[in-house]
């Protein structure tokens, strides 16, 4: 089993939903994020005042998935996510040791 | 305030003896009330009154930190109300009650001989009472812009309270009072450029020089939390400165009507400036900026609203939007005070540049009602406006200065260090805005 952590931008959220849903993934999270990369901040203007905005909002899903489905998701993710303008975001993968259902105590990939 | 009281129109007073033959000889000797100028001014009363509540308090409050949001408003409602009482125990009494030069005595303290039957001009008094009262709330609620985020709940309100006391209402007699030796030297100010904003402007610069800067500015990130807010503040502000401008004809006539036109002529004029302004030099208009030019336009167009004509109004909505504009995005970072939502930079700035544009776009020749009687060039005129402008900014710098200095040393000004990190809701008022 893998990990899928993405990080998006907001608002390419639903279009990664539906192309999720497409090749069968059956449920996601997702966590509202703040954070910076190539991309780095903006500034913002008040009155002369310039700040500088460090951190911009992005969307970071995850998603539990057995290891033949895995590549076909990530390419679905990174499609659907893709404008290809600087701040995209990033997909990480990473092992996972263990899933259980907690509704009935399935383990492993029936848990998924 | 103008001081002028229109005759009772003949056909008012024949129509009076029609109806009400027993009352027409005692109509025609003692001054009467006339009830269309009275309808007016009662309205004009409660849109003042909507500028500070919920108003200035909206627009200031959208530009602190998010924990500092009910401070702000809080800071407003209970200026309105302290400012309230005292106005009734002395201050209308100080500041109208008399004839003196320097101030109105305490003739009327208590609203002593203030009754149902008081008769001022051709408005009942009881409503040039509350009307002028307005005026007292917003003049040191707008102080309030200086020392935002960091100034202690109780000094607040006795800073607030002796201010009005010994700044707001002396200088409303000398410029509005009868008597008041301003007014009597021809200095133009229709309905409070020098009295209302150039004074808490003043006030504002020397609050934040004596409070110091809030920690972290400038180089923490203190953005404006909610310019929603901000934006539905500026637009009762302008509303109700039609109460302000309009209402300080204290009749309901031709110049009122000039004045209503003239106001909403300069504040486009100056929130187009500075929005254009801002677009030229930083590439993109924006929303603190066309609110904040309004309200320059606003204050500028402030002692001109009964003198200048609808051309006029547009270089002085302009003149102010421009110069405040470069006040609060030059000047405060050049000289580094934290005058923390611009109460000078924009009312202080634009006050001024109102006040002596009036002294030129007053004259005829430029299509204004005409210079005072002691002018007799618009040279001469700006000097007199200068000189009022010029004795403002002394007296109330210098008499701010030492009300805040001595309640420095009695109680002190600033909450602690922590509290202010906590953020004022919290720390003052066990509250906060947001549950989010």
């Given amino acids: 089993m893998k990990l899928i952590a993405a990080v998006i931008k907001p608002f390419k959220l639903d279009e990664v939903r539906e192309a999720l849903s497409e090749v069968g993934v059956q449920g996601i999270t997702v966590t509202e994020v703040k954070g910076f990369g190539r991309q780095k901040g903006h500034t913002e203007l008040y009155r002369g005042a310039e700040y500088v905005v460090d951190f911009l909002p992005k969307v970071k899903i995850e998603i539990a998935i057995e290891d033949t489905n895995l590549e076909e998701a990530v390419e679905a993710i990174s499609k659907a996510a893709h404008t290809g303008k600087i701040g995209d975001g990033k997909i990480f993968v990473t092992e996972l040791e263990q899933a259980v259902r907690i509704r009935t105590g399935e383990t492993g990939e029936d848990a998924l | 305030m103008s001081k002028k009281y229109l005759p009772k129109p003949a056909w008012l007073a024949a129509a009076g003896m029609l109806a009400l033959p027993g009352l027409a000889f005692a109509q025609a000797n003692t001054p009467s009330v006339n009830a269309g100028n009275t309808a007016w001014m009662l309205t004009a009363t409660a849109l003042v009154l909507l500028m500070t509540i919920p108003g200035l308090a909206l627009f200031y409050g959208g530009m602190v930190r998010a924990k ?52 001022s001009g051709t408005i009942p008094e009881t409503v040039f009472s509350t009307f002028q009262l307005t005026f007292a709330i917003i003049t040191p609620a707008l102080i309030v812009g200086a020392f935002v ?85 500026a637009s009762m502000l302008w509303v109700g400165w039609f109460g302000f401008n309009a209402g300080s004809e204290l009749a309901a006539d031709g110049v009122a009507g000039m004045a209503m036109l003239v106001t909403q002529i300069a504040t486009a004029a100056a929130a187009l400036t500075w929005m254009f302004v801002e677009w030229g030099s930083h590439g993109k208009p924006s929303v603190l900026g066309i609110c904040s030019g309004a309200v320059a336009g606003l204050v500028a167009i402030t002692p001109a609203s009964g003198y200048v ?69 618009i040279i001469g005129q700006v000097g007199i406006q200068a000189l009022g402008v010029g004795v403002t900014i002394v007296y109330c710098g210098v008499v701010t200065l030492i009300i805040l200095k001595v309640l420095e040393a009695v109680m002190g000004l600033r909450v602690s260090p922590e509290d202010e990190n906590t953020g004022l809701d919290l720390a003052l008022h066990d509250e906060s805005a947001y549950d989010l």
Avoid at chain 2, 75 to 94: E, N, P
Avoid at chain 2, 191 to 217: E, P, Q, W, Y
Avoid at chain 2, 314 to 331: D, K, N, P, R, S
Wanted: charged share 10%; hydrophobic share 50%; with cysteine.
């Fill in chain 2, 68 to 119: 500092n949001t009910l401070s702000v408003l809080m800071q407003c409602f209970a200026i309105c109300c302290l400012v309230t009482l005292i106005w009734v125990l002395w201050g209308y009494s100080v500041a109208f009650g008399g004839q003196g030069a320097y101030w109105g005595g305490l003739s009327k303290a208590f609203m002593a001989g203030v009754g149902v039957d008081s008769v």
């Fill in chain 2, 309 to 377: 004509g609808p051309m006029g109004a547009i270089v002085v909505g302009a003149g102010g939007g421009f110069f405040a504009y470069y006040a609060v995005t030059m000047l405060k970072t050049r000289l580094g005070y934290d005058d923390s939502l611009d109460a000078f930079g924009v009312h202080g700035v634009a006050g001024i540049v109102g006040a002596l544009l009036t002294g030129v776009f007053s004259s005829k020749s430029l299509g204004g009602a005409g210079l005072s009687d002691n002018a007799s060039s």
């Fill in chain 2, 149 to 233: 985020e960091r100034m202690k709940f109780s000094a607040m309100l006795w800073f607030i309270g002796i201010w009005v006391t010994l700044v707001y209402f002396p200088i409303a007699h000398w410029v509005w009072g009868s008597g008041g030796w301003l007014g009597g030297d021809g200095v133009q100010d229709f309905a409070g450029g020098t009295v209302v904003h150039i004074n808490a402007g003043v006030a504002g610069l020397v609050c934040a020089l004596v409070l110091g800067k809030r920690s972290g500015f400038p180089r923490t990130m203190m953005r404006p939390h909610n310019l929603g807010y901000t934006l539905v503040g």
